[in-house]
């Protein structure tokens, strides 16, 4: 059983740019959350998809936004990039919307400059 | 002030140490907390689930959480080279939402 996959691994982009990236869940899994973590810091929570809606948005601008597709699949998508963007991007599912355990795939690393 | 506070280290303990390692939260009403281990470049790993108060205890780890002083731990014995990451203590914020402490960067030294 696989786990949660991102793709791509590893992006290199230039402020202004946009950028997509993408997220299977683990098998059995609906709901879809994505962090971001910066250098050093503990993962900040950018919002949440459950049934194809976005369910909780944490405190990101505009600029991020996602999709939910009906396979659960999910991509996040960040416009305008700014330098302050390159973190490392982590998805993470679980088995609806209660409080179950996330399980966090390896993430993306993107890179602004 | 941070919803949930954990100091960053760097730690370094010799092989075989008792490894004791710390988070203090801000809201009474969190209740869901978890330990994840990361590997660089890597994503987190959930390492340890626990619900209120008291001890939980996994092979080599045992997480406790005290609900008075808002304060949580992760103690790991006979401590390997292999438990070198960082560890991050979350909690969740109303559903699904978690929130994380800055995390701890551990090294054991052979």
């Known amino acids: 059983d696989a786990g949660v996959t991102q793709s791509p691994t590893h992006l290199i982009k230039t402020r202004g740019q946009q950028v997509t990236l993408r997220c299977s869940p683990k098998?059995?899994?609906?709901?879809v959350s994505w962090y971001q973590q910066a250098l050093g810091q503990g993962p900040q929570f950018i919002f949440q998809?459950?049934?194809?809606?976005?369910?909780q948005r944490g405190n990101f601008p505009d600029r991020f936004s996602g999709h939910q597709f009906p396979n659960y699949s999910s991509e996040l998508n960040v416009n305008a990039l700014l330098l302050g963007d390159s973190a490392l991007y982590l998805c993470?599912?679980?088995?609806?919307?209660?409080?179950?355990?996330?399980?966090f795939g390896p993430g993306t690393r993107l890179t602004v400059l | 002030q941070k919803e949930v506070e954990q100091d960053p280290g760097p730690l370094s303990v010799p092989e075989g140490a008792i490894v004791s390692l710390n988070c203090t939260y801000s809201?009474?009403?969190?209740?869901?907390f978890m330990w994840y281990r990361q590997y660089s470049r890597k994503g987190p790993e959930l390492l340890m689930y626990?619900?209120?108060?008291g001890n939980k205890e996994d092979g080599r780890f045992t997480a406790q959480v005290d609900k008075s002083s808002k304060y949580i731990s992760l103690f790991i014995r006979d401590s390997q080279p292999s438990d070198s990451a960082t560890y991050l203590c979350?909690?969740?914020?109303?559903?699904?939402?978690?929130?994380f402490g800055q995390g701890t960067r551990l090294t054991i030294n052979p």
């Open positions: 993470a599912s679980s088995p609806g919307q209660g409080t179950d355990t996330q399980y």
């Open positions: 098998s059995g899994h609906d709901t």
């Open positions: 998809y459950y049934e194809e809606e976005e369910r």
């Open positions: 809201n009474s009403a969190f209740q869901y």
């Open positions: 979350a909690t969740f914020q109303g559903a699904q939402k978690l929130v």
């Open positions: 626990t619900y209120s108060s």
